[in-house]
């Protein structure tokens, strides 16, 4: 692999250093558009928030605002970043969970449509002020996701309000004096199966109807979350968009006239989907080693794309300008850890050192997660348009590091 959209990896490993975060916006606008002329076939009332936590650069969430994207942002900062890059408090979600008065205090104080993650926030909600539109993140029982860690639904989640008590949280609410309404869930992440939403959607959309005619509440929108997958590795299939939006929409409209909903608004928070993949990591190759198997060790490490230690996530990693002499090797990073792991024999072309490499799909929680864990510093991002390109976030230098300590 040579070039990023028009531009060659080289030159950008030339001009800005290595490790960078490069970003294809092409690949941005066509991802969200294909997802937005799907569902927008099916059900004009969709709208997109594209989800802040997977990346929160501010130019990249400008080019989303700018697309006619919403954002959901997860915390304080992330809502003061949404705001600067020039998105409406209308088209702001803020999702959290255990919200502190703090974070909630920021949300009322932004404006923005709040999901709840639990009865109590709302009671932490009422001691500040009372909101005139709610929702609730409820968890309806069942999550699935690329790997057990992205899991957020089901018995085993941290997350949201058991479909149970969510009658209790309404009634509550209501009785409190919010006039306007809204659902949420956010069962997984990185779901390549399309049936898998419609069952979701079938499950919340069963919740909804069950509480909201109790409580006599029309909803004014369905959020179910994001949790669109991408395919990290040759074997995997894309997801079929088209059938997920067909899949979703005929279940959440079916289950509308059912409950006497009208037609609400049915929001996606999807985050990975729309830009995992037009994120490169670009690296250089630092040193070979063979000892009882063969490493190849780079200039990006856990601190500065997290995945594969956290998950065992695993991306598709390429050299610039060699494919010849595949042998298996090990890809790591410079990290003090021996989780600090890109691929495990994996098959590598003959590198060597001050080769590049470029791994891919790393545009979601990839920079978001990066660290300053043993003192490396945070690489700069730079994203690429056509045969342009221009720094979107500089490298982190000494000083960054120095500022924080009282001398
Ligand atoms: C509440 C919420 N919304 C949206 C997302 C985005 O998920 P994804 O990147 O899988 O689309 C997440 C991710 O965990 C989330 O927690």
Known sequence: MNTIAKVDIKELAKQYGTPVYVYDKGMIIQN?????????????????????????????????????????????????????????????????????????????????????????????????????????????????????????????????????????AYKLAKESGVKRFGIHMMTGSNNLEPYYFAEIVDKLMTIAGDIFTKLEIIPEFVDIGGGFGVPYNDNEEPLNVDLTARLVTEMFTEKCNKYGFGEPYLFLEPGRYLIANSGYLISNVTGIKNSYKKFVGIDSGMNTLLRPALYGARHRIEVYDKNENQQIVNICGQICENSDIFSLLQPFPDVEEDDIVVIHDVGAYGYVMASNYNNRLRPPEVIVDGDKHELIRRRENIDDVLRLYEF
Do not use: W
């Open 32 to 168: 969200y558009s294909t997802l937005k002329k799907a569902f927008a076939k099916y059900y004009s009332k969709t709208k997109i928030h594209f989800s802040v936590k997977a990346n929160s650069n501010i130019k990249l969430l400008s080019i989303f605002k700018e697309i006619g994207s919403g954002a959901d942002c997860s915390s304080p900062i992330e809502l003061i970043l949404a705001e600067k890059s020039g998105f409406s408090q209308e088209n702001l979600l803020y999702t959290g969970n255990y919200e502190s008065y703090l974070d909630l205090e920021q949300a009322l104080l932004s404006n923005v449509t709040i999901n709840l993650d639990d009865i109590n926030s709302f009671k932490r909600l009422m001691k500040i002020r009372l909101p005139e539109r709610i929702s609730f993140r409820i968890n309806p029982g069942i999550g699935r996701g690329g790997f057990e860690g992205i899991v957020t639904g089901g018995t085993d989640a941290k997350f949201g309000i058991p479909y149970e008590n969510a009658l209790e």
